[in-house]
């Protein structure tokens, strides 16, 4: 059974930095394209940043330059280093991981439970 386990959020003050983490476990054959979102209360849930298996990166734009974005295949993990956090980063930010399960099947889209991030003003 496929399971994507997000830990890493928190309350933080405006301006500070929180690093999330995204841990992919069970039995996959593949694991393609992983990206976080995030859903603000009240809001529809939006892409934050995606990251491809060569590595190649894409940024909603209100975070590109304080938010990073990376992965290690060898540890089927993402991480996402939040930096200068603002009040409307507060959301609850989940992990998306495309992966193929086993020989024959099409790449399918998971989700994980979702953490937290609550930055004060």
């Known amino acids: 059974q496929v399971q994507l386990v997000e830990s890493g959020g928190g309350l933080v003050q405006a301006g500070g930095s929180l690093r999330l983490t995204c841990v992919v476990s069970?039995?996959?054959?593949?694991?393609?394209?992983m990206g976080w979102y995030r859903q603000p209360p009240g809001k529809q849930r939006e892409l934050v940043a995606g990251i491809n298996f060569d590595g190649s990166q894409n940024y909603a734009d209100s975070v590109k330059g304080r938010f990073t974005i990376s992965r290690d295949n060898a540890k089927n993990a993402m991480y996402l280093q939040m930096n200068s956090l603002k009040p409307e980063d507060t959301a609850v930010y989940y992990c998306?991981?495309?992966?193929?399960?086993?020989?024959?099947?099409?790449?399918?889209?998971?989700w994980g439970q979702g953490t937290q991030v609550t930055v004060s003003s």
């Open positions: 998306n991981a495309v992966l193929i399960v086993r020989v024959g099947d099409f790449p399918r889209g998971y």
């Open positions: 069970g039995n996959i054959l593949s694991l393609n394209s």
